[in-house]
């Protein structure tokens, strides 16, 4: 698949100094500024399929969730699109890229930020590609665990999240193939294991259904994370797992262009390509990332139903 234009999704916060910023002319982009002038929308998710077990989504959460931004949803069938996780320096790159130039490297439909990482660039947690450890050691306190792609003698859902503080994760004789390591925000017995700071920034969430599905979530505004958890906790029952990824001026999300551009919406109201403003603006470079692309049975048209 050749590389395409792509919307993407960002903080507009100072970044430190450590971050180079990079535009691209060609990309499209997601204007926050825009977005706080918005109409609010259904407070149930109303999806807008982009192909077969893959589907997006504004969410704007009800009155149970006080000073709660909408967020961009994407919901995925695993069983029909694969997990890749990425590391700048397992590719022989020198320097991170940021997330556009990701895109045109992998050629991914989707990409979204991992966990947390040093000025260095250095991931904290475990990091894993291919059942290769990409030399990150288990971080002691951030308990959740991205996994995905079963070793094929296994028995075992195509993705998922891990508690650490519950669930086996053998580092020696991994389980899952990909996996990425950062902090448990909710776990299955609806305990919120953030502390609750007040602190507000941008957010990448994923979150884990009872039927097996992912959601990756992109707060389009600045929120707690505590508050996202119990957001997420109180008014979507059909999660059982959230874990946060890296946020504040690392929360990034890209769609590719070829699965939006050119097709009706649904519904006006909940039409998240209306976001869509051309408009470029800076992205941080990214150690390392998550990519979403369809396995081989899932390259045809996309169907007109709502649900993966």
């Known amino acids: 698949m050749t590389a395409l234009p792509w919307m993407g999704l960002m903080d507009l916060q100072t970044t430190q100094t450590s971050h180079r910023s990079?535009?691209?002319p060609h990309?499209?982009?997601i204007a926050l500024l825009l977005w706080s002038t918005t109409p609010a929308l259904a407070q149930e998710p109303f999806w807008e399929p982009l192909r077969p077990g893959l589907t997006a989504s504004i969410w704007q959460p009800d009155e149970r969730c006080p000073d709660m931004d909408r967020l961009l949803v994407i919901k995925v069938n695993p069983a029909l699109h694969r997990f890749s996780v990425h590391h700048f320096a397992q590719e022989g790159l020198l320097h991170p890229p940021t997330i556009d130039e990701w895109q045109k490297r992998s050629n991914?439909?989707?990409l979204f930020n991992a966990g947390l990482f040093r000025e260095n660039f250095a991931y904290l947690g475990l990091l894993f590609k291919d059942g290769k450890s990409l030399g990150s050691r288990r971080h002691s306190t951030w308990q959740g665990l991205f996994v995905a792609e079963p070793q094929t003698s296994l028995s075992l859902p195509k993705a998922g999240i891990l508690d650490l503080a519950s669930d086996v994760f053998?580092?020696?004789t991994p389980?899952?193939?990909e996996a990425a390591q950062s902090l448990m925000l909710l776990d299955r017995k609806g305990t919120i294991r953030v502390r609750?700071?007040?602190k507000r920034a941008y957010q990448t969430v994923v979150a884990e259904e009872k039927d097996g599905h992912i959601l990756i979530l992109k707060s389009l505004g600045l929120v707690t994370l505590h508050g996202l958890g119990q957001c997420l906790r109180d008014t979507l029952p059909s999660i059982t797992l959230a874990m946060a990824m890296d946020g504040g001026s690392s929360s990034d999300l890209v769609v590719s262009e070829s699965l939006w551009k050119?097709?009706?919406?649904?519904d006006a109201r909940a039409s998240w390509k209306d976001l869509f403003t051309g408009r470029s603006t800076a992205h941080i470079p990214l150690p390392a990332i998550i990519g979403l692309s369809p396995r081989e049975s899932t390259t045809g048209p996309v169907k007109p139903s709502p649900q993966p």
């Open 22 to 24: 990079c535009r691209t």
């Open 27 to 29: 990309a499209f982009f």
């Open 108 to 110: 991914h439909e989707i």
């Open 170 to 172: 053998h580092e020696e």
């Open 175 to 177: 389980a899952y193939l």
């Open 196 to 198: 609750q700071t007040g």
């Open 262 to 266: 050119n097709r009706d919406p649904s």
